[in-house]
Every structure is written in C-alpha cells, then in structure tokens.
C-alpha cells in the first residue's frame, strides 16, 4: 500500500487559483496511475482527473476541462492538480487516489478502479 496526504486546500474567490498537492509515502509513486475525485455535500464522489503511471497522458471532467491540470514529480513523490478559474460549483472536498496500473499510460476514472486514497482537502470557493 502507499499512504497518500492531500494538500493545498483552502478558500478562494471566484477566478482564483490552489495547487492541491498528493505525497505519497511507504511506496514510490511513480509505480501507480493517480487520479483526482471530489465530494460536495450531500453528493456521491465523482471523477475529477487523472494521470497515468509515465504522467505522459491526462484526461478531465468536462467540467474542469481547460482549468485544471494534473501533473506528477516522482522525483518527490508528489502529483498535483492545479486549478484555475475556479467556481463555486468547484466547493468540495477533494482526494487523491492511486492503483498499480495495467501499462503506464493507462489512466482510470471510476472510483472503484484505484486501491489507496488519501484523506481528503477541503476546497471552497466563494462567489
């Protein structure tokens, strides 16, 4: 297992921007494919971005499609989603997850595709 911790939530306007960060501990990262959920309120974890093993591809919710980007730097561990020209509608809590994948530039979206999972950074963006 690695041991995933989510950072670089807080509260931002409306347009602002956070970079979340996901380090990972107890195993290298660069063995896994990562992705990105968030869970608003009242509503079921949903698919945010993803990146595969070599970081080489990358896919999006229509929704952050062109706003948010997801990189990694295994040389520290770390993946990351930047996140511009944030909205309201973007308030959630935000989680990191990671699985072995198939081939390095294979990604996943379904939250039942991926074995370990951080804990979670709160983002609220004000309007």
């Given at each position: ?63 952050v499609t ?10 520290k561990n ?6 511009n020209s ?42």
């Open positions: 297992q690695v041991q995933l911790v989510e950072s670089g939530g807080g509260l931002v306007q409306t347009g602002g921007s956070l970079r979340l960060s996901c380090a990972a501990s107890g195993r290298t990262l660069w063995k896994y494919a990562i992705g990105w959920f968030r869970q608003a309120p009242g509503s079921e974890r949903e698919f945010v971005a993803a990146i595969s093993q070599s970081g080489g591809v990358t896919y999006y919710t229509d929704s062109g706003r948010f980007t997801s990189s990694r730097d295994d040389a770390t993946a990351y989603l930047q996140m944030l909205k309201p509608e973007d308030t959630a809590a935000y989680y990191c997850a990671a699985r072995v994948p198939f081939s390095n530039s294979v990604y996943y979206t379904s939250r039942d595709d991926y074995t370990d999972w951080g804990q979670g950074t709160q983002v609220t963006v004000s309007s």
